[in-house]
Structures are given as C-alpha cells and as structure tokens.
C-alpha cells in the first residue's frame, strides 16, 4: 500500500514538472514571439507637373451695356487668337460668361461719379498637359495690352497638376518598404537579435505638394509606410 502511494506521488510530481517545464517553455516561445521593432520607410520623389490650369480675366468698361458685351467679344476672340497662334488648341480653352457690374445699381450705394456706369469681367481658362507652353504663355500674356485688352492673372488662381501618380506608386511603395526592412535590420543587429517576419503593415497616404513657392510646377511627392517584426534571438 505504501509502495503504491509512493509512486503515486512520484508520478504526480513527475507530471507537475513536465507541465511547469512545458509551460515555462510555452511562455517563453509566446514571449520570443511578442519581441517586435516597428519602423517607418519613406519614399519621396521630384517630378515636373504635367498638366496646367490657367484662368485668365479680363475687363472692360462702358456706360452703354450692348457695347460692353460687344468689346468684351472682341477681346475674347483676339486673346484666343493670341492663344491659338501661340500653340494652345481649341479644345484645351473654355469660356465663361461675363459677369457685370452696374455701378447705377449698386444697393449699398450709388456710385454717381464713377466714369463709367457698367463694368465687364469675363475669363477664359486653359487647361493644357503643355506646362512648358503655359509657362511661355504666362510671360507673353501682357503684350495683349497693345489691343487695349487689360487682363489679369492671379497667382493663386494657377494650378500645376501631377496627375500620373499611379504610374509611380508600385516603385515608391517598393522603396519605402525597402527602407523599412533596412531600418528594422540595423536595429535588430544593434540589438544583437534576428529579424523576423513582418508582424504588421500599413501604408501612409501618398502625398503631392510644391516642392517651394518658387517652383509650383515641381512635385514633391511622399509616401511612408510601416511596418512591424518580430525579433529573434
């Protein structure tokens, strides 16, 4: 009887230390697995805007209101010409109606000594993929005041546009993930461990922006991405 008690108990305390070594292992493994490093890899890439929007307004005034809109015809069609003969295509121009102030009218107040009763305004809008031409365009564009054409151009009305950014994305999201690894690799080694396999991902959001208030029509543009490993022993 006391014989069987006693291996009895040696095989209780013969399990209870597979188990607490079995468990201690466990424990350890689970914590060898949680040991992880998070980085962040940037990509960033110049490129040259490839489309232009260019709003161009121009004016007139005159106390009769058919003559009005009769020169502000004229000037529309001698800026198109201009435009067209500057290498801008027809369709790359839009046109919007005038808009007109008449100064008669005016309900918080009656201008009486204005010169002119009626003021025009109207625009015309370039869209072109030929930034290089809109550029040229934007320098010349005065020389229209020989026809007694006043315009205006507004900086902030400019827009440069990147519009291909799909075609760069899989190689900026390759190198931003390169970047990563190369940044979890070095710290894993000063760690004195061993990089894993990735945990868990994300990818930033792409984004456009001038590169200064210089130079509009060049990009910058960023994406970052990170990443989490496990770290090995």
Excluded: C, W
Aim: glycine share 4%; net charge positive; proline share 2%.
């Amino acid at each position: 009887m006391k014989t069987n008690n006693i291996l009895m108990a040696l095989a209780i305390v013969l399990a209870s230390l597979i188990l607490a070594f079995g468990f201690n292992k466990a424990l350890s493994d689970f914590k060898t697995l949680e040991r992880s490093v998070s980085v962040k890899g940037l990509s960033q890439k110049e490129v040259k805007a490839d489309t232009l929007i260019l709003p161009i307004k121009f004016t007139r005034s005159n106390n009769n209101l058919t003559n009005l809109y009769e020169e502000l015809e004229q000037d529309k069609e001698n800026i198109i010409k201009f435009l067209k003969e500057q290498g801008i295509k027809e369709d790359e121009i839009s046109y919007n109606s005038p808009n007109i102030i008449d100064r008669l009218s005016n309900p918080y107040g009656n201008d009486t000594q204005a010169t002119y009763r009626y003021i025009g305004t109207a625009n015309l809008l370039i869209y072109t993929q030929n930034v290089k031409l809109g550029k040229s365009i934007l320098e010349k564009i005065s020389s229209l005041a020989k026809f007694g054409i006043v315009t205006k151009i507004d900086d902030y009305d400019i827009e440069y546009l990147y519009t291909k950014l799909n075609d760069i994305k899989p190689q900026m999201i390759e190198e931003a993930t390169l970047n990563a690894r190369n940044a979890a690799i070095k710290f894993a080694q000063d760690s004195n461990s061993h990089l894993g396999k990735i945990k868990k991902a994300s990818q930033g959001q792409f984004s456009i922006s001038n590169r200064d208030k210089n130079t509009p029509y060049i990009k910058t543009i960023r994406v970052v991405s990170t990443i989490e490993y496990y770290l090995q022993d």
